[in-house]
């Protein structure tokens, strides 16, 4: 039986964003990371605001409306830091550190684990801190109070994610897996940062 191919115009709304979003990938790599790690921030840090106004109501506190600047500022920090960045890393990680490489798979988890993860952590805070117009006192504060807190659950959430993304993932949809994930990680960090 032969197949047929169906024209893109018939194709369900699914595979249409998915052809066009490879399309954009392939076209302007580094922008579409971007723009997408931009969004799946707010909605993460939407996502979060969600889940604690429904904790709020069920023990019949008075839950605050949706922050929308919290979410602008989690959409810079996707568009801005994450999508660049972590494209920038995954491509150098690479090169330092081939397939053909026989540690590979073990100086690869290491280097996102012991080295990036910390700094892209740091990085959040005091990205965050700049868009909160806040000084260095209350960087430091935060810093004290929860950034050991916040880089052990990452430790302990994104390190199997991580081993799957940067040993399995093909290195163009490192970014948008890790973004799914982070999805649920900057709920997570929204929650964590008051």
């Given at each position: 039986?032969?197949?047929?191919?169906?024209?893109?115009?018939?194709?369900?709304?699914?595979?249409?964003?998915?052809?066009?979003?490879?399309?954009?990938?392939?076209?302007?790599?580094?922008?579409?990371?971007?723009?997408?790690?931009?969004?799946?921030?707010?909605?993460?840090?939407?996502?979060s605001?969600?889940?604690?106004?429904?904790?709020?109501?069920?023990?019949?506190?008075?839950?605050k409306?949706?922050?929308?600047?919290?979410?602008?500022?989690f959409?810079?920090?996707?568009?801005?830091?994450?999508?660049?960045?972590?494209?920038?890393?995954?491509q150098?990680?690479?090169?330092?550190?081939?397939t053909?490489?026989?540690?590979?798979?073990?100086?690869?988890?290491l280097?996102?684990?012991?080295?990036?993860?910390?700094?892209?952590?740091m990085?959040?805070?005091?990205?965050?801190?700049?868009?909160?117009?806040?000084?260095?006192?209350?960087?430091?504060?935060?810093?004290r109070?929860?950034?050991?807190?916040?880089?052990?659950m990452?430790?302990?959430?994104?390190?199997?994610?991580?081993?799957?993304?940067?040993?399995?993932?093909?290195?163009?949809?490192?970014?948008?897996?890790?973004?799914?994930?982070?999805?649920?990680?900057?709920?997570?960090?929204?929650?964590?940062?008051?």
């Amino acid at each position: 039986m032969p197949v047929q191919s169906v024209p893109l115009r018939d194709a369900s709304i699914h595979y249409r964003l998915l052809h066009q979003y490879l399309f954009l990938l392939k076209k302007y790599p580094i922008l579409t990371k971007s723009v997408t790690s931009g969004i799946l921030s707010a909605l993460g840090n939407l996502l979060s605001q969600i889940l604690e106004a429904r904790k709020k109501a069920q023990s019949n506190a008075s839950a605050k409306e949706i922050d929308t600047a919290g979410a602008a500022r989690f959409a810079i920090y996707g568009l801005f830091i994450t999508g660049p960045v972590s494209h920038y890393f995954y491509q150098l990680m690479e090169m330092w550190m081939p397939t053909t490489d026989r540690y590979c798979v073990i100086k690869r988890l290491l280097l996102d684990r012991l080295v990036f993860a910390p700094g892209f952590l740091m990085i959040f805070y005091f990205v965050m801190n700049i868009l909160e117009a806040k000084g260095s006192d209350d960087f430091l504060k935060k810093i004290r109070g929860s950034y050991w807190t916040a880089l052990k659950m990452n430790w302990k959430v994104w390190t199997p994610f991580q081993f799957i993304n940067i040993n399995f993932v093909p290195v163009e949809f490192r970014v948008l897996f890790a973004n799914m994930i982070a999805l649920f990680w900057y709920a997570y960090l929204a929650t964590v940062r008051k």
